[in-house]
Protein backbone atom coordinates (compact mmCIF):
# COMPACT_ATOMS: atom_id res chain seq x y z
CA UNK A 1 0.00 0.00 0.00
CA UNK A 2 1.06 3.40 -0.61
CA UNK A 3 0.18 6.89 0.61
CA UNK A 4 -0.50 9.19 -2.29
CA UNK A 5 0.97 12.43 -0.77
CA UNK A 6 0.88 15.65 -2.48
CA UNK A 7 3.59 18.28 -2.38
CA UNK A 8 3.25 21.83 -3.10
CA UNK A 9 4.93 23.50 -6.38
CA UNK A 10 5.63 27.07 -6.30
CA UNK A 11 6.61 29.24 -3.46
CA UNK A 12 6.71 26.31 -0.74
CA UNK A 13 7.99 23.61 -2.60
CA UNK A 14 11.89 24.56 -1.69
CA UNK A 15 11.18 25.01 1.58
CA UNK A 16 8.50 21.80 2.20
CA UNK A 17 11.75 19.83 0.56
CA UNK A 18 13.94 21.10 3.30
CA UNK A 19 11.55 20.60 6.16
CA UNK A 20 10.95 17.01 4.86
CA UNK A 21 15.00 16.16 4.52
CA UNK A 22 15.63 17.50 8.32
CA UNK A 23 12.43 14.90 9.08
CA UNK A 24 14.48 12.13 7.82
CA UNK A 25 13.13 12.21 4.16
CA UNK A 26 15.55 12.72 0.90
CA UNK A 27 12.88 14.12 -2.05
CA UNK A 28 14.22 14.68 -5.48
CA UNK A 29 12.63 16.98 -7.73
CA UNK A 30 13.22 16.76 -11.70
CA UNK A 31 12.97 20.06 -13.24
CA UNK A 32 10.47 18.66 -15.64
CA UNK A 33 8.42 16.00 -13.71
CA UNK A 34 5.39 15.91 -11.36
CA UNK A 35 6.80 12.53 -9.88
CA UNK A 36 9.13 13.55 -7.48
CA UNK A 37 11.31 10.29 -5.88
CA UNK A 38 11.79 9.94 -2.38
CA UNK A 39 13.30 7.67 -0.29
CA UNK A 40 10.62 6.07 1.40
CA UNK A 41 8.71 3.03 -0.96
CA UNK A 42 5.40 3.48 1.15
CA UNK A 43 5.18 7.31 -0.04
CA UNK A 44 4.25 7.99 -3.63
CA UNK A 45 4.32 12.14 -3.86
CA UNK A 46 2.85 13.68 -6.65
CA UNK A 47 4.13 17.76 -7.19
CA UNK A 48 0.92 19.98 -7.50
CA UNK A 49 0.28 24.18 -6.77
CA UNK A 50 -1.01 24.77 -3.14
CA UNK A 51 -3.98 26.38 -4.52
CA UNK A 52 -5.29 22.76 -6.32
CA UNK A 53 -4.08 20.45 -3.43
CA UNK A 54 -7.84 20.40 -1.46
CA UNK A 55 -9.62 19.80 -4.73
CA UNK A 56 -7.78 17.17 -5.50
CA UNK A 57 -7.12 15.25 -1.65
CA UNK A 58 -11.21 15.81 -1.66
CA UNK A 59 -11.95 13.97 -4.86
CA UNK A 60 -9.76 11.35 -3.64
CA UNK A 61 -7.37 11.43 -6.18
CA UNK A 62 -4.27 12.42 -3.32
CA UNK A 63 -5.06 10.99 0.34
CA UNK A 64 -3.12 13.75 1.18
CA UNK A 65 -1.16 16.66 0.64
CA UNK A 66 0.79 19.99 1.72
CA UNK A 67 -1.83 23.72 1.14
CA UNK A 68 -2.71 26.36 2.60
CA UNK A 69 -5.04 26.55 5.00
CA UNK A 70 -6.62 29.94 3.23
CA UNK A 71 -6.62 27.71 -0.08
CA UNK A 72 -8.92 25.08 1.28
CA UNK A 73 -11.68 28.12 2.62
CA UNK A 74 -11.15 29.63 -0.59
CA UNK A 75 -12.03 26.54 -2.34
CA UNK A 76 -14.53 25.58 -0.28
CA UNK A 77 -13.28 21.54 -0.03
CA UNK A 78 -14.32 19.47 2.70
CA UNK A 79 -11.16 18.07 3.63
CA UNK A 80 -9.62 16.57 6.91
CA UNK A 81 -7.28 18.60 8.75
CA UNK A 82 -4.28 16.32 9.98
CA UNK A 83 -1.87 19.17 11.86
CA UNK A 84 -0.51 22.60 11.34
CA UNK A 85 2.83 23.47 9.87
CA UNK A 86 3.90 26.90 10.72
CA UNK A 87 6.55 27.52 7.96
CA UNK A 88 7.17 29.17 4.38
CA UNK A 89 9.23 30.67 1.89
CA UNK A 90 10.96 33.37 4.18
CA UNK A 91 10.81 32.28 7.87
CA UNK A 92 8.35 30.51 10.42
CA UNK A 93 5.47 32.58 10.78
CA UNK A 94 1.93 32.74 9.23
CA UNK A 95 1.59 34.37 5.60
CA UNK A 96 -1.20 37.23 5.64
CA UNK A 97 -3.10 37.96 2.41
CA UNK A 98 -3.08 41.81 2.54
CA UNK A 99 -5.02 44.60 0.88
CA UNK A 100 -2.80 47.03 -0.97
CA UNK A 101 -2.39 50.35 -2.93
CA UNK A 102 0.18 52.35 -4.20
CA UNK A 103 1.95 54.55 -1.93
CA UNK A 104 0.72 57.52 -3.70
CA UNK A 105 -3.00 56.74 -3.23
CA UNK A 106 -5.96 58.69 -1.98
CA UNK A 107 -7.08 54.99 -0.60
CA UNK A 108 -6.37 54.95 3.17
CA UNK A 109 -9.23 52.12 4.30
CA UNK A 110 -10.68 49.54 2.79
CA UNK A 111 -14.34 51.53 2.51
CA UNK A 112 -12.42 54.32 0.11
CA UNK A 113 -12.81 51.58 -2.50
CA UNK A 114 -16.51 51.74 -2.91
CA UNK A 115 -17.07 51.01 -6.72
CA UNK A 116 -13.02 50.41 -7.24
CA UNK A 117 -11.40 47.61 -9.21
CA UNK A 118 -9.49 45.00 -7.09
CA UNK A 119 -7.39 42.24 -8.52
CA UNK A 120 -6.19 38.93 -6.52
CA UNK A 121 -6.07 35.08 -6.67
CA UNK A 122 -7.93 35.37 -3.51
CA UNK A 123 -11.32 35.91 -5.13
CA UNK A 124 -13.61 34.80 -2.68
CA UNK A 125 -12.39 35.33 0.56
CA UNK A 126 -12.45 38.50 -0.80
CA UNK A 127 -15.32 39.29 -1.76
CA UNK A 128 -16.39 37.95 1.63
CA UNK A 129 -14.52 40.46 3.24
CA UNK A 130 -16.12 43.11 1.42
CA UNK A 131 -19.78 41.89 1.43
CA UNK A 132 -18.75 42.16 5.82
CA UNK A 133 -17.94 45.68 5.52
CA UNK A 134 -20.85 46.49 3.11
CA UNK A 135 -18.39 47.78 0.27
CA UNK A 136 -19.43 47.26 -3.38
CA UNK A 137 -16.12 46.61 -5.35
CA UNK A 138 -15.59 44.81 -8.41
CA UNK A 139 -12.85 42.04 -7.86
CA UNK A 140 -11.29 40.27 -11.07
CA UNK A 141 -9.31 36.71 -10.71
CA UNK A 142 -5.20 37.61 -11.36
CA UNK A 143 -3.29 34.73 -13.14
CA UNK A 144 -0.05 36.73 -11.83
CA UNK A 145 1.87 39.48 -11.79
CA UNK A 146 -1.01 41.21 -9.51
CA UNK A 147 1.34 43.53 -7.97
CA UNK A 148 2.22 45.41 -11.29
CA UNK A 149 -1.69 45.68 -12.45
CA UNK A 150 -1.90 48.07 -9.40
CA UNK A 151 1.05 50.34 -10.47
CA UNK A 152 0.24 50.31 -13.81
CA UNK A 153 -3.17 51.55 -13.13
CA UNK A 154 -5.34 48.34 -14.68
CA UNK A 155 -6.73 48.18 -11.38
CA UNK A 156 -7.05 50.78 -7.82
CA UNK A 157 -5.88 47.56 -4.91
CA UNK A 158 -4.48 44.05 -4.96
CA UNK A 159 -5.52 41.57 -2.37
CA UNK A 160 -2.05 39.71 -2.30
CA UNK A 161 -0.22 36.93 -0.07
CA UNK A 162 2.73 38.41 1.51
CA UNK A 163 5.11 37.13 4.72
CA UNK A 164 7.05 40.20 5.21
CA UNK A 165 5.77 43.14 3.37
CA UNK A 166 9.06 43.77 1.76
CA UNK A 167 7.63 42.56 -2.18
CA UNK A 168 5.00 45.00 -1.65
CA UNK A 169 7.08 47.51 -0.26
CA UNK A 170 9.45 47.00 -3.31
CA UNK A 171 6.69 47.97 -5.78
CA UNK A 172 5.89 50.75 -3.98
CA UNK A 173 2.54 49.49 -2.29
CA UNK A 174 1.43 50.02 0.88
CA UNK A 175 -0.73 47.92 3.06
CA UNK A 176 -4.24 49.10 4.00
CA UNK A 177 -5.07 45.69 5.77
CA UNK A 178 -5.10 42.45 6.33
CA UNK A 179 -7.63 40.23 4.86
CA UNK A 180 -6.82 37.18 6.39
CA UNK A 181 -4.28 34.69 8.05
CA UNK A 182 -3.06 31.64 7.13
CA UNK A 183 -0.57 28.57 7.75
CA UNK A 184 0.58 25.49 5.77
CA UNK A 185 -1.49 22.23 6.70
CA UNK A 186 -1.36 18.96 5.91
CA UNK A 187 -4.69 18.27 4.55
CA UNK A 188 -6.57 14.29 4.03
CA UNK A 189 -8.86 12.49 1.80
CA UNK A 190 -11.69 11.78 4.42
CA UNK A 191 -11.94 8.37 3.55
CA UNK A 192 -8.30 8.04 3.23
CA UNK A 193 -7.93 9.11 7.16
CA UNK A 194 -10.67 6.59 7.73
CA UNK A 195 -8.19 3.87 6.60
CA UNK A 196 -5.74 2.46 9.57
CA UNK A 197 -2.60 1.87 8.05
CA UNK A 198 -2.98 5.62 6.16
CA UNK A 199 -3.96 7.33 8.73
CA UNK A 200 -0.64 6.39 10.53
CA UNK A 201 1.29 7.03 8.06
CA UNK A 202 0.27 10.70 7.93
CA UNK A 203 0.22 10.50 11.68
CA UNK A 204 3.80 9.75 11.46
CA UNK A 205 4.78 12.08 9.11
CA UNK A 206 3.03 14.42 10.32
CA UNK A 207 5.07 13.93 13.67
CA UNK A 208 8.66 14.37 12.16
CA UNK A 209 7.60 17.53 10.56
CA UNK A 210 6.61 19.29 13.07
CA UNK A 211 9.67 18.20 14.89
CA UNK A 212 12.05 19.08 11.95
CA UNK A 213 10.23 22.70 12.10
CA UNK A 214 9.99 22.95 15.57
CA UNK A 215 13.62 22.47 15.83
CA UNK A 216 13.94 25.31 12.81
CA UNK A 217 15.39 28.56 15.15
CA UNK A 218 17.07 26.34 17.84
CA UNK A 219 20.19 24.35 18.89
CA UNK A 220 21.67 21.91 21.78
CA UNK A 221 24.26 23.65 23.89
CA UNK A 222 26.12 21.26 26.17
CA UNK A 223 28.78 22.53 28.85
CA UNK A 224 30.60 21.47 31.80
CA UNK A 225 30.37 22.91 35.48
CA UNK A 226 31.92 22.76 38.68
CA UNK A 227 29.07 21.99 40.76
CA UNK A 228 29.60 24.89 43.11
CA UNK A 229 28.92 27.10 39.84
CA UNK A 230 25.86 24.90 39.12
CA UNK A 231 23.11 26.98 40.53
CA UNK A 232 24.59 30.68 38.70
CA UNK A 233 24.97 28.76 35.15
CA UNK A 234 21.47 27.57 35.25
CA UNK A 235 20.32 30.65 36.49
CA UNK A 236 21.65 32.37 33.00
CA UNK A 237 20.63 29.45 30.79
CA UNK A 238 17.05 30.21 29.27
CA UNK A 239 16.15 26.56 28.11
CA UNK A 240 12.62 24.57 26.72
CA UNK A 241 12.33 22.85 30.02
CA UNK A 242 15.00 22.59 32.79
CA UNK A 243 18.55 21.39 31.69
CA UNK A 244 19.04 18.18 32.15
CA UNK A 245 22.16 17.93 34.68
CA UNK A 246 24.17 14.50 35.22
CA UNK A 247 27.61 14.25 36.92
CA UNK A 248 31.25 13.69 34.98
CA UNK A 249 34.22 10.82 36.33
CA UNK A 250 35.87 14.25 37.74
CA UNK A 251 34.08 14.66 41.64
CA UNK A 252 33.14 17.94 41.94
CA UNK A 253 31.91 18.32 38.04
CA UNK A 254 28.66 17.91 36.29
CA UNK A 255 27.57 18.30 32.73
CA UNK A 256 24.74 20.27 31.10
CA UNK A 257 22.85 20.03 28.33
CA UNK A 258 19.61 22.23 26.51
CA UNK A 259 18.30 23.34 23.86
CA UNK A 260 18.11 27.02 23.45
CA UNK A 261 16.62 29.84 20.71
CA UNK A 262 19.50 30.34 18.00
CA UNK A 263 18.91 34.05 18.05
CA UNK A 264 19.98 34.20 22.14
CA UNK A 265 22.92 32.09 22.20
CA UNK A 266 25.74 34.91 20.81
CA UNK A 267 24.45 36.83 24.42
CA UNK A 268 24.19 34.02 26.81
CA UNK A 269 27.66 31.86 25.93
CA UNK A 270 29.71 34.78 27.05
CA UNK A 271 27.09 34.75 30.49
CA UNK A 272 27.56 31.21 31.04
CA UNK A 273 31.75 31.68 30.70
CA UNK A 274 31.04 34.29 33.37
CA UNK A 275 29.46 32.42 35.34
CA UNK A 276 31.99 28.94 35.41
CA UNK A 277 30.66 27.16 32.21
CA UNK A 278 33.58 25.39 30.67
CA UNK A 279 34.08 23.15 27.19
CA UNK A 280 30.93 24.57 25.57
CA UNK A 281 29.52 23.28 22.44
CA UNK A 282 26.93 24.45 20.15
CA UNK A 283 25.16 21.87 17.90
CA UNK A 284 22.20 22.11 15.29
CA UNK A 285 19.15 20.21 15.40
CA UNK A 286 17.48 18.46 12.93
CA UNK A 287 14.35 17.54 15.18
CA UNK A 288 12.83 18.77 18.41
CA UNK A 289 9.67 15.93 19.31
CA UNK A 290 7.47 17.44 22.27
Given at each position: MKLKF????????????????????????????????????????????????ARYVADGALDCGITGEDWTIENGRSVTKVCELIYGKQGLRPVRWVLAVPN??????????????IATEL?????????????????????????????????????ELTETGSSLRANNLRIVDTICESTTIIVANKDSWKNKWKRQKMESIALLLKGAIAAE??????????????????????????????????????????????KVVRNIIPKLKEQGAQGIIEYPLNKVIQ
Open positions: GLPKGSLQEATVRMFKKAGFNISISLRSYFPAIDDEEIAPFLLRAQEMDSKIKKPEDLNGKRVNATREYFKKKKVNVDIEFSWGATEAKVGAGLVDAIVEKVGLKMNVQKKNLKKVITALPAMKKPTVSSLSQKGWCAIETIVDE
